[in-house]
């Protein structure tokens, strides 16, 4: 049984907070605004020009109602905020011309923290490891092409124990891996001495990381130490090798000896990513299946586009109808001066070539305005393209004569990306995938540019299938829960951060209308933030820490759930079996939970988790925490753990609130690294050790689903300031609710519970008339209720006490 969770319901701001809260929020999208006491100013657009990059920039803030200030303009922020003596320094994600729109407000800009030139490096370096591997993969063939060389390489032959348990782990090359599906067998010995084969036989499968082939590899747990193994390949290579016993991992290391780590060797796009899920699936076919997610994205596609004119009322704005690469890429336009007097406005398509020639006056100068342009282009080359004035002008500028001039999307992704909507998927890994295991969902890139995260999902994917054979604990994971791994929630945005702008937070999606920035020179400032479109304390609630601009960063989308990767997580959180969540983001290192959003002025928070849901959360977080710091003793501190409003800054309509209130789920966010994109060396780091903690979570799972250890809990008494009266206090051997009365009567869930002194504290005092009856019993996180006692009103076995003065 669970404790019935309070804020597991929709509940939304009065009317006079949503009021209040408009004022700031319910704004033009990106306006910035003066900092001051009372957050008065004249707004302006921060203004994102067409091919400006982002850099990461230190915003220097006074105080805390100055930083949600901040947010209220929609700037990009990413998750770094720190909090010193001086004031508070958050990173923000401008351009050039965002920057200076900000400081044009009022405020000071720091360092520069990460700039546009570091994710072209980490672009270079992706590429260059993928190359690397090829050109391995080219020498390896090369040296096969001697007479009688064998076209198989055994790389290792690993002996180990585990517990009681004997592994041989095999890694080998083979010639036509690159293009070929086909496992390897291999044959062992069964000791010194012993024919090969007599030992057993085991296959191995291809490691294929960003579409280039590795190697093959596998485990299998064997009944005698082989010494020798044998491999012969499809097309009849053949290759021997000695065994070798494993260096066994510290014994103090709570994976214990063989476990199995360390599987990305570079980025990963979200093509990657579910190509390498698909792929262990079809290895671990009991273990493992890939679900394609009910609704598909928008797609990585837009239609082309282009803006002609210079001046805004003499501009002009075009579409294609059809996407860009559905011919939209193949129109072109061009607006021509006939050369001659008095000449009429006409059109004239040929193909998918649109001219336009402009009408003159008496003197043969050119008097067609955009207005005048926009209706003749959309009457007579209507089939093709839509045109429009310039975001919102009345279009009574005359327009320039333009060269001819193609249409584009400005896509630069390879054809290798799909442009058509994108499935989304999500691996599911468990021996029971039925909904009868206690269910667990981690999700990564909600924003595009956050490269890590998707990382530590796949590998504890990996971890997870390629240590069930022969770690005990591993095995225990995987036959008692049921684990959702979605690498990638926005696979468009994801793509067009690496391939098109690095910086991209959002999804692709162009919800501007024609009135607005809907044209091409708005192309990087498009998009719904995934994390601000959910359906708990949203800006549509009346919270702060979203944008209602559609080209603001954290822009909410027109509704709740508008989105098709929010109804995606939206189906995944609905599974009744699902108890825990990890949403992993990028960067600040940090670790948080709910409540994450409230409105201003006033700081009304969304509920607050009671005091054994809040002790809970810190409990499970100590635990994933330390998984996390065992790998290099990097601590994630205090003061960035907690819930998402204390340490970090309000983000209305977050994923994590869903989950929370919505359907009671313990949701987390990791904020991986420092960076979004750091070096290799340090995304590899990162990985390996919020990996740790995503599996550390797994463990939190199952020891919640075991847990039958009835909570005790006693009641502390000390003399209060007040004459007669008496301070009480509860403790507890574990976090666990505790509902009590004062009147004598047997409580009940309908009793008052024990609550918090405030935030990040322990318990509240309760101050009381001395010699008071007090009764009460707890229960636990999983259901576990004191002294067994069945709270209806009737039983009698509830704890009982006296707020009696100590003695003497």
């Not at 596609?301 to 210079?310: C, Y």
């Not at 075009?318 to 406005?345: K, Y």
């Not at 209130?661 to 050790?689: C, L, R």
Request: hydrophobic share 40%; glycine share 8%.
């Amino acid at each position: 049984m669970r404790i019935p969770n309070p804020g597991a319901r929709r509940w939304r701001a009065p009317v006079v907070a949503i009021a209040a809260v408009s004022a700031l929020v319910l704004v033009s999208p990106a306006a910035a605004v003066t900092p001051g006491a009372d957050g008065a100013g004249e707004s302006t657009e921060l203004s994102r020009l067409p091919d400006e990059a982002a850099s990461v920039v230190e915003v220097l803030l006074a105080d805390s109602a100055e930083l949600d200030r901040l947010v209220a303009t929609g700037v990009d922020l990413d998750h770094d905020v720190s909090r010193t003596e001086e004031g508070i320094v958050a990173h923000a994600v401008v351009t050039p011309s965002e920057a200076a729109a900000l400081r044009a407000r009022g405020y000071r800009l720091g360092d520069v923290v990460f700039r546009a030139a570091d994710s072209a490096e980490r672009v270079e370096e992706r590429a260059a490891t993928i190359a690397a591997h090829v050109a391995e993969n080219q020498a390896f063939t090369a040296s096969l092409a001697t007479p009688d060389a064998a076209d198989v390489r055994i790389i290792r032959a690993d002996y180990y124990t585990s517990g009681t348990s004997q592994i041989l782990s095999v890694e080998a090359k083979w010639a036509q891996g690159q293009t070929s599906t086909s496992t390897l067998t291999v044959q062992r010995d069964s000791g010194p001495g012993t024919e090969i084969g007599s030992g057993g036989s085991q296959t191995i499968s291809r490691f294929v990381d960003a579409g280039v082939y590795l190697y093959h590899r596998g485990a299998a747990t064997v009944t005698a130490r082989p010494d020798r193994i044998r491999i012969t390949s499809p097309t009849g290579g053949v290759a021997v090798a000695q065994v070798k016993e494993w260096l066994p991992i510290p014994a103090d290391d709570p994976e214990g000896p063989g476990y199995q780590q360390d599987f990305v060797t570079s980025y990963l796009t979200p093509t990657d990513l579910y190509a390498r899920i698909h792929q262990l699936a079809a290895e671990f076919p009991d273990l493992a299946e890939v679900v394609e997610l009910p609704y598909r994205t928008n797609g990585y596609r837009r239609k082309a586009q282009a803006v002609l004119g210079t001046a805004n009322a003499g501009r002009v704005a075009i579409d294609s109808l059809a996407w860009g690469h559905q011919g939209g890429n193949d129109i072109s336009v061009e607006l021509v001066n006939p050369g001659a007097a008095s000449q009429p406005l006409a059109v004239t398509v040929t193909g998918r070539d649109i001219r336009v020639r402009l009408a003159t006056d008496a003197a043969g100068t050119v008097t067609s305005t955009a207005a005048q342009v926009v209706a003749a282009l959309n009457a007579d080359a209507g089939t093709l393209v839509r045109a429009y004035t310039y975001r919102g002008n009345a279009g009574a500028g005359v327009v320039a004569p333009a060269a001819r001039t193609m249409l584009t999307d400005g896509l630069r992704a390879p054809a290798t990306v799909s442009r058509e909507p994108h499935p989304v998927y999500a691996i599911r890994i468990g021996k029971h995938r039925d909904g009868s295991r206690p269910g667990v969902l981690a999700y990564a890139q909600e924003h595009a540019r956050e490269w890590v995260p998707p990382l530590v999902a796949v590998e504890t994917a990996e971890r997870l299938l390629r240590n069930y054979g022969h770690d005990g604990r591993t095995k225990q994971l995987l036959n008692n829960l049921d684990i959702w791994i979605a690498p990638s929630v926005n696979p468009d945005g994801g793509h067009y951060s690496f391939y098109d702008f690095a910086s991209q937070r959002r999804n692709m999606t162009n919800h501007c209308p024609l009135t607005g920035a809907a044209d091409a020179l708005a192309r990087n400032s498009w998009g719904v933030d995934n994390n601000r479109n959910y359906t708990e304390y949203s800006l549509f609630d009346g919270y702060s820490g979203a944008s209602s601009s559609c080209t603001g960063d954290t822009y909410a989308g027109p509704s709740e759930l508008s989105e098709p990767e929010n109804r995606n997580l939206d189906w995944l959180a609905a599974r009744e079996n699902i108890k825990f969540s990890m949403n992993l983001h990028s960067s600040g290192n940090y670790f948080m939970w709910s409540p994450g959003a409230y409105a201003v002025p006033g700081r009304v928070s969304a509920p607050r988790p009671t005091l054994d849901q809040e002790s809970f959360f810190w409990g499970a977080s100590s635990r994933i925490l330390t998984a996390i710091k065992r790998h290099r003793n990097m601590a994630v501190t205090p003061a960035r753990t907690g819930p998402i409003s204390d340490v970090l800054y309000s983000a209305a309509g977050n994923s994590g609130d869903m989950l929370w209130y919505k359907y009671g789920i313990y949701a987390w966010n990791f904020e991986v690294g420092t960076s979004f994109q750091p070096d290799w060396d340090e995304a590899h780091q990162e990985t390996m050790e919020f990996a740790n903690g995503l599996v550390e979570l797994m463990r939190v799972a199952r020891d919640f689903d075991t847990d039958h250890q009835r909570p005790i809990t006693g009641l502390s008494t000390t003399p209060s300031d007040a004459p007669g009266m008496v301070d009480v206090t509860f403790t507890a051997s574990e976090p666990a609710a505790v509902f009590y009365t004062l009147d004598g009567t047997a409580p009940t869930y309908a009793s008052t519970r024990y609550g918090s002194a405030g935030i990040r504290e322990g318990g509240e005092t309760l101050t009381v008339p001395a010699g008071t009856t007090v009764h009460w019993f707890s229960v636990d996180a999983a259901g576990n209720v004191e002294n067994n006692y069945r709270a209806d009103g009737t039983a009698q076995n509830f704890r009982k006490g006296a707020a009696a003065l100590p003695a003497g």
